[in-house]
């Protein structure tokens, strides 16, 4: 079950990383001697890409990121070894 919360969350953090890249590779791409609708649409990627896609879980309360992982494996561990040293 951990493998998979982590595969989903590196893949989440992954397309978070890459859609923040789009508006910069469409704006370097050679858009200003095509027409104008083409210009306005990559205005629109440009600003699209300004807030970047998220993994949300549990109703969209929970981001989906490797801060996401971490802080399951951390509260994972403290559990254990609580109940580690109450079971000694």
């Known amino acids: ?3 998979e919360l982590g595969i989903y969350c590196w893949k989440a ?3 978070m990383h890459v859609s923040l890249n789009t508006g910069e590779a469409a704006y370097g791409a050679d858009w200003m ?3 104008k609708h083409m210009g306005q649409s990559v205005q629109l990627i440009i600003s699209r890409s300004q807030r970047p896609l998220t993994l949300k879980a549990y109703w969209g309360i ?22 580690r040293q109450t079971n000694n």
Do not use: G, K, Q
Not at 63 to 80: G, H
């Open 1 to 3: 079950m951990m493998m």
């Open 33 to 35: 001697s095509e027409s």
């Open 62 to 83: 929970v981001t989906m990121d490797l801060e996401t992982i971490i802080n399951v494996l951390r509260a994972t561990y403290s559990y254990f070894t609580f109940l």
């Open 13 to 15: 953090s992954t397309l």
